[in-house]
């Protein structure tokens, strides 16, 4: 059976994770990727929902193991999908455009897997409260950090490669979970 990997990008703030929760919400045989990650788990943050959060020991191991999909450092932490969170049919979870990429040049290969990118954009303010308010003690320094990583990070990106999604309020958030809905289900590779 097919795999297609709906991905999700945007800079942070940008509420690709709720998108992600809503499109698997609302779609109960789409599957969420759970990715793995060295960083520290955040405020409100859970196992195996959020990340698979690992040392970086046991992510060097899954790497040299060949149990990742994609591995990739993105500020200074390790990121990675480990393969058995990859099933048939559609799976939803939120890259960077470096394991972004990964996993297009994975298509390439495999004539099972399609996959389809979507661009969370956000006004840059909106994206910064949203930061300042999603945990009780923000750490100001890093947030502002991730916002000027993001600006470099995304400078390059292929945009061609991706339809480009907003989610500045909830009538976007409505309006991009419906859109990429319907997307996938017209999609060629479901037939």
């Known amino acids: 059976m097919q795999k297609i990997i709906i991905a999700l990008l945007g800079k942070a703030g940008a509420g690709k994770d709720t998108v992600a929760r809503i499109l698997v919400g609302n779609n109960p045989e789409w599957h969420m990727m759970v990715s793995c990650t060295t960083r520290p788990m955040r405020e409100g943050e859970k196992e195996g929902v959020n990340y698979y959060y690992l ?3 046991e992510f060097a191991a899954k790497v040299l193991n060949g149990d990742m999909l994609e591995a990739v450092c993105f500020n200074n932490w390790y990121y990675g999908t480990d393969k058995t969170t990859l099933l048939p049919g559609i799976n939803v979870g939120v890259f960077n455009p470096e394991g972004y ?6 298509a390439k290969i495999d ?3 399609t996959v389809i990118g979507f661009y969370v954009d956000v006004d840059d303010k909106i994206r910064m409260m949203r930061q300042l308010t999603r945990e009780t003690d923000p750490d100001v320094k890093e947030i502002c950090r991730r916002y000027f990583a993001d600006l470099e990070d995304f400078d390059d990106i292929d945009y061609l490669n991706l339809k480009k999604v907003s989610n500045d309020n909830l009538d976007d958030l409505n309006y991009t979970t419906r859109y990429i809905q319907e997307f996938v289900e017209n999609l060629a590779v479901l037939d």
């Open 111 to 113: 004539p099972e897997l």
């Open 55 to 57: 040392t970086n020991e």
């Open 101 to 106: 990429d990964c996993f297009l040049e994975s």
